[in-house]
DNA sequence: CATCGGAACTAAACCGGTTTAGTCGGTCGG
DNA sequence: CCGACCGACTAAACCGGTTTAGTTCCGATG
């Protein structure tokens, strides 16, 4: 005797199971009274109508996937999915939709394939784009609605895909502008990877930034997000002939290393050199000195991509998302232009 | 004109979708040559058995759930859940079953009353578990099959339940043990949550590591994990008469908070104070100075936590599972005790 | 040579819902 | 007073697999 069915609720009621399935999803052809009653011994028993046999009759999932594609070391320090998670999650579950995960390598275009080809999931996330990357192309060929996080989507809009600007310019516009309001000329970039939209987009925003203002371009070092990638970044740029007076790196990881690698140096911070970061991550406000970071409200991302996304799957309008915008958090990494 | 479906191909193979499902799954009563013919269409045809279907039959879920028993603010910052989804994730595809994931308010009940009720999953992971906490009790009432991560898991073993222990203890002890033979002799600990299993075996470790070498007991500050407390219980500690010369964090957010926060009060580390942490998440070897760490293998326990849940689940006998020790990482932030 | 047993399949029931095609009783219009 | 129509509901098909109960055909056995 294991849980009730849609069966035991009909005979309990007296009536035909399709009565109650029309009940339960509120269809015309049951009288109020039937309805009530129905409902009454339906909660009586506690029945709750079991997905798995919904989803093999309607053809759907009532699942959507996220597919996260990074390498585990990469995944081991990241700030970002847990927040995101907790954000679809806040989105999907009153709508009765399970948040699959998987881990793939990176573009892993199998993973895609076998979700679809199960038929485990009604829609996508897709994190983490690359420029020119291919998996916008292939979840279209495979029917699949898809919501596109990232930066500066490309504009040609496919069926059934949604992009979700989490446009992070305006944040690193803030950082390097705060940097030359202290009086600052010489600002560097440590870039994340160029081939992600998001190192992209930094980098153009950085460089952008300083067009605007007048000023001269910096020094960008690409490195690829990781604490170790930062350091050596930032030690590229102290052993240039004029070291740059702040740094605007592209993560709070990287901006970490590299600051601590200044210090180790010898390099005064911020009396020496101003540093900026991104994320905003717990840490970064407990630090000697603290990080000046840019925060954005992840979960909020989180919970707008799933509401679009759910959106896409039932062929609903989407509405436009409005998410909070990235601020910068000055704190004491970043002060006044030293004398030179 | 979907994916085919059994009946396809049981009608391209020219048989019955009985013998289709037979050769399939291995089961005998199928010639070999039959078998392979069989299995040949199916591959021309891109068949795959549908999940969904295979689930309502089999009244089985093939999947799991992970619930994420932490408010948002405390997922942000944490290193523990992504690697060991990873590790999950790596032992459950090959097997066909998928991860569910489910974000709920700490130990909210109605969450796994849900997934089991709905059927979504055939077995769940605790975790963050509490001393006395309700969720085995309430899984077992529910049958539903469970693995439990954590140290000093109670022995009472429950029907289809497991243990899995990730013992932190030997990592703490190794840090005292290598925090006494630096010459240290006034040893503190900052605590995780008391309430929580893992914050208490650690403190447990600590003390008795401590009384194992005839050294009376140091101060303990309780936190909760978070990079403020962690702050907080340094500023506790150094506001002592006598602070102690070396402190002993549950964690590495609150070690590198408790650090700053020293150095912002001038207090020199490793001179005048040596700081271990737990966790070893990236930052900390590129923190300056860099944190002495305890490393433990996250993915290989979501691994393990898997492949015995999946155990569990289909009855069979649970292998040990025998886990990478947990190992010191000496770095920079732990020296000899200060001449007073 | 009739019979029994087993291997190789097929037909049909089943999982628990949704959905379509009817059935039935009553009302309304002509 | 009869037929059309409508609302309320039932019966049965269907989703795509698994599984059980037969059915056939074959060789071996007494």
């Not at 009565?19 to 909660?43: C, K, M, Q, W, Y």
Request: hydrophobic content about 45%; charged content about 20%; glycine content about 8%.
């Amino acid at each position: 005797m294991g849980r009730p069915t849609i069966n035991d609720v009909a005979t309990a009621a007296g009536v035909s199971k399709g009565a109650v399935s029309f009940a339960l999803n509120g269809r015309p052809g049951i009288s109020p009274d039937t309805r009530r009653r129905i409902l009454e011994t339906a909660e009586q028993l506690g029945w709750a109508p079991s997905p798995r046999a919904r989803a093999l009759s309607v053809s759907k999932a009532l699942a959507v996937g996220l597919v996260i594609a990074r390498p585990p070391e990469i995944l081991r320090a990241d700030a970002f999915f847990p927040s995101f998670i907790a954000g679809l999650e806040a989105a999907l579950s009153p709508r009765g939709h399970a948040l699959l995960l998987q881990v793939a390598e990176q573009a892993d275009h199998p993973a895609y394939r076998r979700l679809v080809q199960e038929g485990r999931v009604d829609g996508v996330f897709v994190t983490d784009l690359r420029v020119d990357d291919a998996r916008p192309a292939l979840l279209e060929e495979l029917g699949l609605p898809a919501v596109l996080i990232g930066p500066e989507l490309g504009e040609q809009p496919r069926e059934r895909q949604s992009g979700l600007g989490v446009d992070d310019a305006p944040g690193i516009r803030a950082a390097v502008e705060h940097l030359i309001a202290l009086g600052h000329r010489d600002i560097a970039h440590v870039a994340g990877p160029l081939e992600m939209v998001h190192g992209r987009s930094r980098r153009r925003a950085w460089s952008q930034t300083l067009a605007d203002a007048g000023l001269p371009e910096g020094t960008c070092v690409e490195a690829d997000f990781s604490a170790e990638s930062g350091a050596r970044a930032m030690g590229v740029l102290l052993d240039q002939a004029v070291p740059p007076t702040a740094v605007v790196f592209a993560n709070d990881l990287m901006a970490m290393a590299g600051l601590s690698l200044a210090l180790a140096r010898g390099v005064s911070v911020p009396g020496d050199l101003s540093v900026t970061g991104f994320d905003d991550v717990e840490i970064s406000a407990h630090l000697q000195p603290s990080l000046t970071s840019v925060h954005t409200d992840v979960v909020a991302w989180g919970r707008a991509a799933a509401t679009r996304l759910l959106q896409l799957i039932d062929l609903e309008e989407p509405t436009p998302a409005d998410l909070p915008a990235a601020r910068l958090v000055v704190r004491s990494s970043t002060g006044p232009t030293p004398r030179r």
